[in-house]
């Protein structure tokens, strides 16, 4: 997938060790860098011409430009071979200092993929830059680029010595894991399942002490070795101190001669982490100002509403040829780190924020106050913020009259891909309305029928709405059952492919079922396969899609007259005690195990719905061994796992904290912020398909795969998806006493 992205500034905790002494067959691809034969080959952009200084190459770079890239100077015509190790280094100053420099090797011609990027902050006094990467291509026309624009004022930037050697010998990256002993470092509940995974090359059992804040020994035993962990290639062993009760903080655990991270023994975090993990959505809203005083350190403009350099959601067209019509489609989430909104995941994240509102009208819970716009309404603000997303949903749907009326448009997004960083309401790219697709309009009958039953009470109009919408969009599903997304749709913006729909219809049939009591719509659910298929899979539970699991557990759980509901409830039970069984045989205790041990993009959220469906088990028996996964299951999100990381924002010692956002771009520019505290990382995914993680990451093993770096956008990105999974999963956990 062509992504233009951002830069970065390597992290501090990422130790790189040279290898080997160097290779006599390096290859100088760049001509000219010491500029001391003029300024050719060098190219810049109009109206910043290249002067010599000093033996340097310097340029005025203009302010007021919008884009990174406005401001450029470069090479072409520069070879790269696959596979082959490249150093990259520079010299460079900017005055006055403190500006961002985003350099790249990268495709000279559209796309303008990049390579590899980094995005050092300058000084006036100017420094030495050297990075490796190792090519995932071959071609003759990459380029050095180093791109200046995008800042207010104007400034001076000089460069020097620039070099793109070939052949070096590559750099083993190793990751800084910390203690050897994995926690939990958020903590685990008192009353719950209190486990550990020590790395070690012991083989025989070995002793540990769990610590409290003094340091004093409150509890020890003996480690259980697990031998070689498949998800970490690493040997295990595993440690039990669930006996240990009593709440209170810092406690730590210590085992061969390793101290872990500390932890807390209580429930208060989770608390915090229910709510965090659903304030996340508010600073996802496109179309609306994000207030300072909701959302200290992030306010920002609305984004997309008609206001330039935006183009606008108010009056989008389709893509060329796809519609004659435009569309106000304001509003609504954006989709993750970019601008993009997409029916198929902001489908299935709204089912899961009202399916967590719906699990708390059956648990008595209380619902948190988000600090949104619409707190004190009287409206949960669960709902509130859902409906945020809802809106938009309903927008997205084709008008009476039209082709295709009653369908729904799959994705609205950028007509090309932006670079990072990238604030909302700076975007200057078209917008465009991708064609109607089955699964979208599936999404809508699903999500908006869902909404009928649950803001009834509290809006009987939109409710209404919502189900004639929902009813509306199942109907042209069936006249159009087979109006796929394709794969290749994916310039500016995700393709969310999906050629399987039988899932969508399912799970919209249950839901217009389950809201409406209709016969049509049971005898819809009764008649098809995935009824009875089993859909609870190793690989995970559910996600954007495979929906079916969201069908079946709403027909376990909400209640209905439907034939055969006990053989329902009794399926969802099977598929938690697979998840169980996973758990078990896992020395990190996580309830996943995709084929071949390949990690998938966003593991994270994967995991995290492989748990709503053992807590859904805990709901309709009562056996505690499900709500004891679940909580179990917490850990390794938290920072029981491999890289010793926790992987929510601001939980634990060590955080992710550079996830892949255009707007919480920190890395890349120290005036914006990081993302909130709450936002999931997607996590290791086997198949590192951006450049960043392949430079690093090469032949990493499933929980390796993963770099807590702003380039990495496929490892390190942030989701409504994901964070939805971790709302519902910690809701749940905070429940627990
Ligand atoms: O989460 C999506 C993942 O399941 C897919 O494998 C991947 C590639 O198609 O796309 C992910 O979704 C991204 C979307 O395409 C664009 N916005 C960011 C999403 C998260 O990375």
């Known amino acids: 997938m062509p992504r233009v992205l951002g830069a970065v500034v390597l992290a501090a905790a990422l130790l790189v060790v040279p290898s080997a002494p160097a290779h006599a067959d390096e290859v100088e691809q760049v001509v000219n860098g010491g500029f001391t034969d003029g300024t050719d080959p060098w190219w810049s952009s109009p109206g910043m011409p290249i002067t010599r200084t000093d033996g340097q190459a310097c340029v005025t770079v203009p302010g007021g430009t919008a884009n990174k890239w406005d401001a ?56 030495a830059y050297s990075y490796t990467f190792i090519s995932a291509v071959t071609t003759d026309q990459a380029q050095v680029a180093f791109q200046l624009g995008g800042s207010a004022d104007g400034w001076g930037f000089c460069l020097d010595d620039v070099s793109l050697v070939g052949g070096v010998p590559p750099e083993v990256y190793v990751p800084d894991t910390g203690p050897r002993v994995r926690v939990n470092q958020v ?70 001669g390793e101290t872990s991270r500390p932890f807390d023994l209580g429930t208060a975090a989770y608390d915090r982490l229910r709510t965090d993990a659903l304030k996340f959505f508010y600073t996802q809203r496109s179309g609306i100002e994000i207030r300072d005083d909701l959302r200290p350190g992030y306010a920002r403009p609305a984004g997309h509403l008609d206001v330039a350099p935006n183009l606008g959601d108010g009056d989008v067209p389709c893509q060329p040829g796809v519609c004659d019509y435009r569309l106000d489609v304001t509003g609504g989430w954006y989709d993750a780190g970019d601008h993009g909104k997409y029916v198929v995941n902001g489908g299935i994240s709204t089912w899961q924020l009202l399916s967590e509102y719906e699990r708390g009208t059956r648990t008595h819970a209380t619902n948190p106050g988000l600090a949104i716009p619409e707190s004190g309404d009287r409206v949960p603000d669960i709902l509130d913020e859902a409906r945020w997303e809802l809106e938009f949903l309903l927008e997205m749907q084709v008008p009476a009259g039209h082709p295709y009326a009653g369908m729904v448009h799959h994705k609205v997004h950028d007509a090309s891909w932006t670079g990072l960083p990238l604030l909302p309401h700076l975007d200057p790219q078209q917008r465009q309305l991708h064609p109607v697709s089955t699964a979208a309009t599936l999404n809508l009958a699903a999500t908006a029928a869902q909404a009928a039953r649950l803001y009834r009470r509290y809006d009987p109009a939109f409710a209404k709405r919502a189900l004639a919408a929902a009813r509306t969009a199942f109907t042209a599903a069936q006249a159009d059952p087979a109006l796929y997304a394709p794969a290749s749709d994916g310039n500016g913006g995700g393709a969310y492919n999906d050629s399987v729909v039988d899932d969508d219809f399912y799970w919209a049939a249950a839901e217009l079922y389950l809201s409406t009591g209709q016969k049509r719509y049971a005898d819809f659910v009764l008649a098809s396969p995935v009824h009875t298929a089993d859909v609870f899979g190793p690989g995970g539970a559910f996600d954007w899609g495979n929906t079916a699991a969201a069908g079946r557990l709403d027909l376990a759980l909400v209640p209905s007259k439907l034939p ?92 992710s904290h550079n996830q892949h956002s255009r707007w919480y771009a920190h890395e890349l520019d120290p005036a914006l912020p990081h993302p909130p505290v709450g936002s999931l990382a997607g996590g290791a995914n086997s198949s590192i398909q951006d450049p960043y993680a392949q430079s690093k990451l ?22 409504i998806n994901w964070n939805s999974a971790l709302a519902w999963v910690s809701a749940f956990v905070a429940a627990q006493r």
């Open 698 to 719: 090469s032949g990493c093993v499933a929980q390796f795969c993963y770099i807590d770096d702003i380039q990495s956008w496929s490892t390190n990105e942030l989701t």
């Open 564 to 655: 055969g509901r006990a053989g329902v409830k009794a399926s969802v039970v099977r598929g938690a005690q697979k998840y169980l069984a996973l758990q078990q045989a896992h020395p990190y205790g996580v309830a996943y195990g995709p084929a071949n041990n390949a990690w998938d993009w966003g593991s994270n959220s994967l995991i995290l719905n492989d748990l709503v469906v053992v807590a859904s088990a805990y709901d309709l028996t009562g056996e505690r061994r499900y709500r004891d996964g679940v909580l179990e299951g917490m850990d390794y999100l938290l920072g029981r796992n491999a890289l010793n990381v926790s992987y929510v924002t601001g939980y634990g010692e060590v955080s």
């Open 187 to 256: 903590g685990y509940l008192p009353s719950g399942p209190k486990r550990a995974t020590l790395v070690t090359e012991a083989t025989t059992a070995l002793p540990w002490q769990l610590r409290n804040a003094a340091g004093r020994v409150v509890a020890r035993g003996a480690t259980t070795p697990r031998g070689v962990d498949a998800s970490s290639g690493q040997n295990v062993h595993s440690l039990d101190f669930s006996g240990y009760r009593r709440a209170g903080s810092g406690f730590t655990l210590v085992a061969d």
């Open 72 to 127: 450029a100077l470069g090479q072409n015509d520069i070879d790269l071979v696959a596979g082959e190790t490249y150093r990259f280094s520079f010299r460079a100053s900017g005055a006055p200092g403190g500006h961002v420099l985003r350099a790249l090797t990268g495709l000279s011609v559209a796309p303008y993929d990049p390579y590899f990027e980094a995005s050092p902050v300058l000084t006036a006094a100017g420094d």
